[in-house]
C-alpha cells in the first residue's frame, strides 16, 4: 500500500484510513487473510518510471523484436484481420477490462458471444459451443476432465498423438495430474495418426481418444471417422482439435463422430502477436451440464422480446465451488467478439475462400521449394492446410538461422526439418522467400 | 399453506422421504420440499449399481432459485432411477410422493428406518 496518493489510484491515505476506522481494522492488511506460508514478502524489483520514461524503455524492449517475415504456423496463424473488426471492437461499449455478462446492460456483448458460439456450433455440427476457454491447451484440459465425468465405466487413459505440441501436452499432463489421468501418446505415420497402431491401443481403459486435423505438421487428417469408430466401439470419447478456418472447409465434426470439438479460435479476428489464444470448446447435447466455461443463451424478456443471458450457470463455481464442472474462470470474451467479428464480416462464403487459400498456397509454395535444390517438400503425402514439412540436405538449424539472417522466419522441427506455413498474410513476400532458401539450401 | 405428508412414509430432516416395501426403499423429497425449491428444472441422479450411504448426498435437485443436494434416508444399493425425471423434472413438483420419486435402494440395514421421522414428527418441523 503506497502511503501517497496517485492520480491512477481513487484513494486518498486520508479516505483509506477513515475507512478502516468505519469497519474497525489497523491496517488494509487485515482485511485479507493470507497465510504466512504462500505470502509474498519480497520487492518485485520493478523501478518505478514516469510515464515518459517508460514509453522509451517499452520501445527500446521492442526493438529487440526481430523484424522477420513469419512463415511460421504451428499453433499460431496470421491472416488478415479486416480493419472493420479493429474498429468496432475498440469501441468502448465493448473494450473493457471487466466481461459484460449483465443482460440489464450488456445485451449487445451477450449477442456477439452468442453469434460466437452459434458459429462454432455451425462449423462442427455440433450442438452446443461455449463462449471461450483461455485457450486450446485449456480446452484440451477440460475435454480430458469431461471424459472422464460423462463416461458411464470407469477409465483413466487419455490418448494423444505422438506428435503434440509440447506446451499443449505440458497443459494436458497438468489437468490430469488431479483427476488422476495418464496421457499415453499414439504413432502417427506420414504426419497423419497411424490408425492400425490406434487400435492396438484403444481399449476400455481409454476415456478419450484425442486426434487434430489439421495435424501438428499441416496434413489433412483423411481418417478421421475411423477413428471416431474405433473411440465409439471402446465406449471412449472422441475429441478433436481443429480451427474454424480449417472447419468451414473440412468435413464436420459431428459427421465423423467427436464429441468434443477444441482449438483455438483466434486464427480469426487477431494477429499473432501477444501469443493470443481463444480456446474453443464445442460438445454434444448431452454433455450440456458438464460444459466448462460460459454459456450465453438466447431467451425472451417479459415483454416477449429476445434476450440474452448467462445460462446454467449451476455448472460454474460461482455457484457451487466444490461441484463445479470447472474451476476455470478465464473467458476470453473480447477475444471471440473479434473472431466472431471477422467471420461474419467474411461471411460463410468467404470463410471458405479463405480455407482454399489455406490449402492452395502451401501447396504451391511446397512444389515450389521441391525444385530448389537441396529441398524436399512436402515430406508427407495427402492434403495440407496452411503447412508443410520440408527436408532439406543442410542441417535444419542452420537454414533456419541462415533464413532468419536473411528476414524470414521458419521453424526447425528435426535434424533435416523445416516446417512452413503459408497463408494469403505471406503471398506478397513468398517469391522473396523462395529465393533466399534456393541460396541458403545449397 | 399445509403439505401433504403421507403417514406411511418415513422422512429425514432435510426433506426427503422413503417408502419401504420387502426390502426396497423408494426415495423422493417431500411436497414441503418441492414447494421450498420452485419450478424443478434438473435432477441429478447415480447410476443403477451405486452404493449410497445413509446421510450421505446422492443427487442434486435444481430448480429456478435453488440447487440442492439431496441426502440418502438409508445405505444400501441402488437398484433403480427415476429416468424419467430427466425429461420430465417438473414430476418432481407435481408428484412429489409418486412419479417424482428419484431411487429405489437395496435396503443394507433395516434398523436404519428407525432413526428416520415418523409422519407426524416430520409434520411438526414443517409447521
Redesign the interface.
Known sequence: MTDESSPYAPHTPAETEAMLDAVGVDDVEALFDVPDSVAFDGDFGIPAHGEREARREAAKLLGRNDELTEFLGRGHYTHYVPSVVEDLSSRSEFLTSYTQYQPEIAQGFLQALFEYQSMLVELTGLDVANCSMYDEATALGEAATLSQRVR?VSGETILVPEHLRAGKRAVLENYADGPGLDIESYPMADGQADIEALAETVDTDVAMVYAETPTVRGVVEERLADIGDLAEDNDALFCLGSDPVALSLLERPADVGADVVVGDAASLGTGTAYGFGLGMFATREEYL?QVPGRLVGASEDADGRRAYTLTLQ?REQH??KE?ATSNICTNQAWVALRAAMHAAWLGPDGLVDLAEDCVTRPRDLAARLDEVVGVQAPVHDGHHFREFVAHTDQPARAVVDDLAADGYGVHAIGEHLIQVAATEATAEAEEGFVGAVTEVAK | MSFDVPDDLRYLESHEWVRTDDGTARVGITDFAQDELGDVV?V?LP?EGDEVAAGDEFG?V?SIKA?SDVYAPVSGTVTAVNEALFDQPELVNEDPFGEGWMLDVELADESELDDLLGAEAYRDQTE
Do not use: H
Request: charged residues 40%; proline residues 0%.
Open positions: 458411464s451440464r449451476t455457484i457451487r461441484r | 434438473f441429478e447410476n442434486v435444481e440447487v
